[in-house]
């Protein structure tokens, strides 16, 4: 390898030697190589991060998919949940309502069957009630048609034929008489009288027609013609008292009898109570007058001092006997506290009440300590001035300094203390 010079303005400069060239070159290629090798570095790390970073995303996404998807199915089964409740609840509220309307419909059914049944027997009672007053009229009329031609047959005289007309006076009257009577029931009237006189009239008919009929006739149209005067009046006399008692609801004889049993049995049973209930009554009384016998006794025996001043005060007091009353009072005079106190359990109440304190301030394997009364004990930490012992300038005088300074919250608490107790110190005044 030779060296070349090159002239330049006149001045010859060596020339570099291929290898220098090769050189050179070699390491612009490597420079080249290495930037390249950086960039596809750089962009493979681009690359890797851009992924990255789209798996990331991708992975959220997926995450998030997935949790908005349990959130939708646990939202569709909250859904399906409440439905299925509000179904529920619509299903039995509609089964209530059909519950409610069925038993309307069988009560405004048993009520239309009970109606039904009430105008049925209402309508049977009237036709029996319709029925009855068409047959007594009918046997009434032919008792009169039976009774009539006697009475005429008695009435009857050549010399006097208006005479004819006195039969149907009696028959017309007493019928007339009843007819009054029918009206008095109506109108709510008195109608005892209009009966009588039609039973007057009545017997008065049966009586011409028994008397003509055996001086006329034969004893069988005598009787039978007297029983059709009265049977006439009387069998509608007996509906028209039908109607009457139907009229005021009086009770039937079978009604009335029940009733009467039924008052007796409640009677007899009233009377049972009362005896069983008197009975308690005494055996407690005497009950408790046995018990105050021996709880007189009883404390006569254990406080004869309390029992005798008891007497003398129920006796002052003009009580018959020793009353709660009179003997806490009497007890009360002579221990000074309420029945069941004394000095001395007071004094063993108190002496078991310092033993239990004790007993409860114990430590295991320590004896009682006194407590340090928190009213006296400082509540101060000592101060920087105080750590280094230095004797007060006068005995029992505080100076300055000698505690650290309150908070601000602690001065205001403070103030407001001190203005409470003055305050309650004045009224106390």
Not at 34 to 59: G, Y
Not at 281 to 294: D, G, L, M, S, Y
Request: with cysteine.
């Amino acid at each position: 390898m030779t060296a070349t010079a090159d002239h330049v303005n006149g001045t010859e400069v060596p020339l570099m030697s291929q290898a220098e060239s090769w050189a050179r070159a070699s390491i612009s290629e490597a420079e080249a190589e290495r930037v390249r090798a950086l960039a596809a570095a750089e962009v493979e790390e681009r690359r890797i991060k851009a992924q990255a970073e789209a798996d990331a995303l991708r992975i959220k996404a997926e995450a998030e998919a997935e949790q908005q998807r349990i959130a939708n199915e646990r939202a569709a089964l909250r859904l399906a949940r409440e439905k299925a409740v509000e179904e529920a609840k619509i299903a039995e509220a509609k089964a209530k309502r059909e519950e409610v309307e069925r038993a309307a419909a069988e009560a405004r059914k048993a009520a239309e069957a009970e109606k039904q049944q009430a105008q049925a027997e209402e309508a049977k009672r009237g036709e029996s009630a319709k029925a009855w007053r068409t047959a007594a009229l009918f046997f009434a009329v032919v008792c009169a048609i039976v009774a009539l031609p006697v009475q005429m047959s008695a009435f009857w005289s050549k010399d006097a034929p208006w005479l004819l007309v006195a039969p149907l006076v009696l028959e017309g009257g007493a019928w007339v008489v009843l007819k009054g009577a029918a009206a008095a029931v109506d109108e709510h009237r008195p109608h005892w009288h209009y009966r009588t006189i039609a039973w007057v009239l009545a017997f008065i008919a049966a009586g011409i027609n028994l008397a003509h009929g055996l001086a006329a006739f034969d004893p069988a149209t005598a009787i039978g013609t007297a029983f059709a005067s009265l049977a006439g009046p009387g069998v509608w006399d007996l509906h028209e008292h039908g109607r009457i008692r139907r009229r005021d609801g009086k009770q039937t004889w079978r009604q009335r009898r029940a009733e009467r049993k039924a008052q007796k049995k409640a009677a007899a049973e009233k009377a049972a109570r009362e005896a069983t209930a008197k009975a308690e009554k005494e055996a407690a009384e005497k009950a408790a007058a046995e018990a105050a016998q021996k709880l007189a006794e009883h404390r006569a025996g254990m406080y004869p001092t309390e029992w005798e001043h008891a007497q003398k005060l129920a006796a002052a007091l003009g009580e018959t006997a020793v009353t709660e009353a009179v003997w806490q009072r009497a007890y009360t005079d002579i221990n000074g506290v309420e029945p069941g106190d004394s000095v001395d359990i007071i004094r063993s109440r108190n002496a078991a009440a310092r033993r239990v304190a004790a007993a409860r301030s114990e430590v295991p394997g320590n004896t009682p300590v006194k407590a340090t009364n928190g009213q006296r004990a400082s509540q101060m930490p000592p101060s920087a001035k105080a750590r280094v012992y230095s004797p007060p300038a006068r005995a029992g005088r505080r100076s300055k300094g000698d505690t650290p300074r309150y908070v601000s919250a602690a001065r205001k608490q403070a103030s407001i203390t001190a203005k409470n107790a003055s305050r309650d110190a004045a009224k106390d005044a």
